[in-house]
């Protein structure tokens, strides 16, 4: 089964940045859309942030401004780039990519396939 693998969470205080890693073996991405989600313990996971396979990137509200997010096709590489972090932005992040040609208008965990095992982000205030 394929498994994404996420890196790059940490600890860091608020106003910081950290930048996160997505990597697909064995999982061709070129052209597939791919997002970022993140879970807190008793909420739903929720859609940060969306590329498709032609580069058009969506966001949640919470994130805009703050998080960028970005692929290497050639690397069949994620990133997400999160900038003045925040105490709310606190929890585990998950990679996940979707089906091929996909395209979404909206950042929904049920639109996507495949799924890593996520990474944790923790900011203090």
């Known amino acids: 089964q394929v498994q994404l693998v996420e890196s790059g969470g940490g600890s860091v205080q608020g106003g910081g940045s950290l930048r996160l890693s997505c990597a697909t073996p064995g999982l061709v991405t070129s052209r597939r859309s791919m997002a970022w989600f993140r879970q807190v313990p008793g909420k739903e996971r929720e859609g940060v942030a969306s590329?498709?396979?032609?580069?058009?990137?969506n966001y949640a509200d919470s994130v805009k401004g703050r998080f960028t997010i970005s692929r290497d096709s050639a690397k069949n590489t994620l990133y997400l780039q999160m900038n003045s972090l925040k105490p709310e932005d606190t929890a585990m992040y998950y990679c996940?990519?979707?089906?091929?040609?996909?395209?979404?208008?909206?950042?929904?965990?049920?639109?996507?396939?495949?799924w890593g095992q996520g990474t944790q982000v923790t900011v203090s205030p």
């Open positions: 590329i498709s396979s032609g580069g058009t990137t």
């Open positions: 996940a990519a979707g089906g091929w040609d996909s395209y979404y208008t909206r950042i929904r965990p049920s639109d996507y396939t495949y």
